[in-house]
């Protein structure tokens, strides 16, 4: 079992930055990915980004060029650093943890509220 603590929500103007963090505890070993994934009001959780413990990742289109990903491996952390935000980027975002079987884990979820 995996638990994911998560911080840096917030509210914060168009234009502005975030920067998301998500420790991980308990059963990380292995081949893992880490990601985050946000859901809006009335719509579907959706893929933001993800990076495996082997240092590939993958970026929605929507937030390419604007968002970084990055993992501290020794620390079991992950973070998004969020450039350029929109409005359209509001919703909660949660961490995933995936290990080498399939296992998945998620955060409680942060808030990140972008204002016109």
């Not at 103007?13 to 893992?32: E, H, K, M, P």
């Not at 970026?59 to 604007?66: E, F, H, I, L, M």
């Not at 501290?72 to 450039?83: E, S, W």
């Not at 955060?107 to 509220?113: A, E, F, N, R, Y």
Request: charged share 15%.
């Amino acid at each position: 079992q995996v638990q994911l603590v998560e911080s840096g929500g917030g509210l914060v103007q168009a234009g502005g930055s975030l920067r998301l963090s998500c420790a991980a505890s308990g059963s990380t070993f292995g081949i893992n990915v880490m990601g985050w994934y946000r859901q809006a009001p009335g719509k579907q959780r959706e893929l933001v980004a993800t990076t495996t413990n082997a240092g590939s990742t993958n970026y929605a289109d929507s937030v390419k060029g604007r968002f970084t990903i990055s993992r501290d491996n020794a620390k079991n952390t992950v973070h998004l650093q969020m450039n350029s935000l929109k409005p359209e980027d509001t919703g909660i975002y949660y961490c995933k943890y995936v290990d080498g079987l399939g296992s998945t884990s998620w955060g409680q979820g942060t808030q990140v509220t972008v204002s016109s």
